[in-house]
């Protein structure tokens, strides 16, 4: 016969055992609850009373509102939160139960409106899901997306590809020739130098430095050597001067323009709990800004939202000066679901909310490019 101490082991597991699966019912019906109100929110549209304008979406990949205080507490306030127009909170949470969101997800959300779990790019289960880039194409605008790292990254994919997996990187460069996007800048040119006559054939010409993208005529595939902070043009151009090379090549286009800006790399610096690199990399997302609202001001009838996908590193920051910052900072090494900000520029018809979801930001971004 089993012992008393025995059964009570056993009825201990049991009940721990069942207090797990009610976890997981009770989280799965919220995360399913989240999704579908958001998925059924207005038919996916977003009531929006102005005209059509160019929309420059600017993303920090992994900066949360810490990264922002500390990169102020590292070089004095930054332009994008001392000029915006309006600003607020972003809510981040993919279909995903179990933990924060990937930037696949992250960027389908920014990029479509809608919900998908993370690792998938600009679909869920098969079913395709259009971009805002889509949308600009079908209007007849010119479309451009910019990353620091390769545009086979998450997020630029996100923006201009459809994968049931954020790895294929050969399917999301298909889908890219393939989409008729006027305009891409990254880096990793190691990885796009051997394909060169690939996308040549797809009708891009083939640029490994700023002044080749510059002097290119029609659809222009730029693959840079690097895009660092403070970049010095050639094939390591800063963020800013690609931001300023898009645009003038995009405003072009009489019908209007979309361009996709990423900085990739705030995200990969705190996965390294690199807070110095982080912070260097916020700043060159804020010289980008601060050229894109300038060719804004001066295009007029543009729309400029700078934000991030998800938050990295899980950043604490308790108002530490500039010689107190240093990476144990950091609680983690991957993403938090801590909500994000977002900032607005531009002279816009619409009612913000304090705290919106990340697909509200895609979805009015939607009615905007279609008015």
């Excluded at 056993?10 to 069942?18: D, N, R």
């Excluded at 690609?242 to 800006?261: H, N, P, R």
């Excluded at 977002?342 to 979801?357: P, R, T």
Aim: glycine share 10%; aromatic share 8%; charged share 20%.
């Amino acid at each position: 016969m089993e012992s008393g101490r025995k059964k009570a082991v056993k009825i201990t597991a049991l009940v721990l055992v069942a207090v797990v699966i009610a976890a997981v019912v009770v989280l799965s019906g919220l995360a399913i609850a989240r999704v579908v109100e958001i998925d059924n929110a207005e038919n996916y549209a977003i009531e929006y009373g102005g005209g059509r304008m160019n929309v420059i979406f600017m993303i920090g990949d992994g900066m949360g509102f810490n990264h922002v205080a500390a990169a102020e507490a590292e070089y004095g306030e930054l332009f994008f939160t001392g000029n915006a127009d309006v600003s607020g909170e972003v809510t981040t949470f993919s279909r995903n139960v179990f933990g924060p969101t990937d930037s696949a997800a992250a960027a389908t959300a920014l990029a479509t409106g809608r919900k998908t779990g993370n690792g998938q790019i600009g679909q869920y289960n098969g079913k395709e899901f259009v971009s805002l880039s889509e949308t600009a194409s079908d209007e007849g605008m010119a479309v451009g997306i910019i990353a620091t790292e390769g545009v086979d990254g998450a997020t630029p994919a996100g923006f201009s590809a459809h994968t049931s997996s954020r790895n294929d990187i050969d399917g999301i460069l298909e889908d890219q020739l393939a989409s008729g996007i006027d305009l891409f800048f990254g880096s990793n040119a190691e990885r796009y130098v051997p394909l060169k006559d690939k996308i040549e054939g797809a009708g891009y010409a083939f640029a490994q430095d700023l002044s080749q993208a510059q002097a290119a005529e029609g659809k222009v595939f730029a693959a840079f050597e690097e895009v660092p902070p403070g970049g010095s043009g050639g094939t390591k151009p800063s963020l800013a001067s690609l931001t300023a090379a898009a645009i003038e090549k995009l405003s072009a286009d009489e019908d209007g323009f979309f361009l996709m800006v990423e900085e990739s790399h705030i995200d990969k610096c705190s996965h390294s709990n690199d807070l110095a690199g982080a912070l260097e990399h916020v700043k060159a997302y804020d010289e980008a800004v601060r050229t894109a609202v300038e060719y804004a001001e001066r295009i007029g009838n543009t729309l400029v939202i700078v934000t991030a996908d998800h938050e990295t590193g899980g950043l604490q920051y308790n108002g530490e000066t500039a010689d107190m910052l240093n990476d144990g900072m950091y609680t983690r090494d991957s993403h938090s679901s801590a909500n994000v900000p977002y900032f607005v520029f531009g002279d816009i018809d619409y009612e913000f909310a304090d705290v919106m979801d990340n697909t509200w930001l895609s979805r009015l971004c939607r009615a905007v490019l279609s008015a």
